[in-house]
């Protein structure tokens, strides 16, 4: 079929070959058509200022294919209405089908530029910024992964290896979002999660004993990597905790308030204040005694003792038992009363709970314990911060010695010397928690052990492991 040319009248007729010129005519009206600068191959004048940009895929090709054809029907419209849809043999339009294979779809963009350049040039610009536009974007996908260690580990901002630390159940299956080591605890390295997924890279799987025995020993991962440690996490008193004796052989490591704990989280602590000694300012103080209780129980021993105490001692309780607290909040209701009943609900070493860390101390109000012995309080606190219920022959002696203080201002305040040296840190749970663990996994290096007898341990008086 006889080729007419565009109508336009860009290009001569093709079937009769190119027409006669002077010499160095067509190469100055290329560069007057387009206005670019001379080039030693002026038929692809728009190909040679292309970028380079790597190739495609097959698919993009077809695309740009159907884009670029469409444009060439645009520029030349009488060849598109004169000659069937992608199937016109013109040489504006070329022999693309209406699913041009991607090689053969390039192929043709290259012949088809050379018999109309008008329409080339632009679809070479079309095609440098889809390609331009898809390189910038893979560039902008592999920034933004994780840059491998040489060891094959993934690695935190600072170039560190990443300990993965995997809480298998959410304590009291309590949904909550878990926090940044590195900026509460100053803990780098550390990656949280509770997405099981992750279980063959966790270096720490960490579970909760009261979820452990809801939800049944069956539902923990058949099988342990080697080098993973598998943590056993529980804040109760042996007297609350049940189902040890089904857990014999199974755990690496112990987290509890116990100092012997292979991950030691007590419920609070004391941090050495910054700077010089402050001056104090206590707290303006209307009220006595202040007990919050939840758990009522007249078989223990802290309700057996209340009831002596207060024969002697008018005792505000609040909780279930008693009175609302003051919007709700523990620590503001406490602040008025100048002592605190922080009464455990058992006796046992290291069990110190946040009835003396959060409501007493927390609160500016001097803590009258009932727990462990006074030795063991005194690992924790100094010895002149609290008032031990031992230290009196009855319930009697220690309300007559809280009334005393009531009445004497310097001996009252000697309780509070210490804070000129500490502040107190209540311990976040459960943050902080999966963040000590972490810590401890860096430190620990590949010393492994096994948790042979849990019950013996944890129900024994410390110091030792079974």
Excluded at 87 to 110: D, Y
């Amino acid at each position: 079929m006889a080729g007419r040319g565009c109508a336009s009248g860009h290009l001569g007729r093709h079937d009769r070959g190119p027409p006669q010129e002077e010499p160095g005519a067509g190469r100055r009206r290329w560069q007057q058509h387009y206005h670019q600068p001379q080039y030693e191959d002026a038929s692809f004048p728009v190909l040679h200022s292309a970028p380079r940009a790597p190739a495609p895929a097959a698919a993009s090709w077809a695309a740009l294919a159907s884009v670029a054809l469409g444009e060439r029907r645009r520029r030349c419209p009488e060849e598109a209405e004169s000659a069937p849809a992608m199937e016109s043999a013109e040489p504006c339009l070329g022999p693309l089908r209406a699913r041009p294979r991607p090689r053969r779809a390039l192929w043709e963009l290259l012949r088809q530029g050379r018999r109309c350049p008008s329409v080339a040039r632009r679809q070479w610009r079309l095609l440098a910024a889809v390609l331009t536009c898809c390189t910038a974007l893979a560039l902008y996908a592999v920034s933004t992964l994780q840059p491998p260690s040489p060891t094959g580990r993934p690695m935190d901002a600072a170039g560190e290896p990443l300990v993965t630390v995997l809480l298998w159940w959410e304590p009291f299956g309590l949904s909550r979002r878990l926090g940044d080591c590195l900026r509460l605890f100053n803990v780098s390295g550390c990656r949280l999660t509770t997405d099981r997924g992750r279980l063959q890279e966790a270096h720490a799987v960490l579970f909760h004993h009261r979820d452990l025995i809801s939800q049944g020993p069956g539902q923990i991962p058949r099988l342990r990597p080697p080098a993973q440690r598998w943590v056993w996490m529980n804040f109760e008193s042996p007297s609350h905790t049940h189902g040890l004796r089904d857990l014999t052989g199974l755990f690496n490591w112990t987290m509890s308030y116990r100092v012997d704990s292979d991950v030691f989280v007590p419920y609070g602590y004391l941090r050495p204040s910054l700077g010089l000694e402050r001056h104090l300012t206590l707290p303006r103080k209307t009220k006595l005694v202040a007990w919050v209780i939840s758990n009522w129980n007249e078989e223990h021993a802290r309700v057996r003792y209340y009831r002596q105490l207060r024969d002697y001692l008018p005792i505000d309780v609040y909780g279930a038992q008693g009175l609302e607290l003051k919007n709700d909040n523990v620590i503001k209701t406490v602040s008025e009363y100048k002592f605190y009943l922080a009464f455990e609900n058992s006796q046992h070493p290291d069990y110190i709970t946040e009835k003396l860390w959060r409501n007493a101390l927390k609160a500016w109000a001097v803590p009258v314990v009932l727990g462990p012995s006074r030795s063991n309080y005194e690992l924790f606190v100094p010895s002149d911060s609290f008032i031990h219920i031992d230290d009196f022959s009855s319930p009697k002696q220690l309300a007559l010695y809280l009334k005393f203080l009531d009445k004497n201002k310097s001996s009252y305040r000697r309780y509070f010397a210490w804070r000129k040296r500490y502040d107190v840190q209540v311990t976040s749970f459960w943050d902080e928690h999966c963040c000590r663990v972490c810590d401890v996994v860096k430190t620990a290096g590949k010393q492994f052990k096994t948790i042979q007898n849990l019950a013996n341990w944890f129900e024994s008086s410390p110091r030792g492991v079974g």
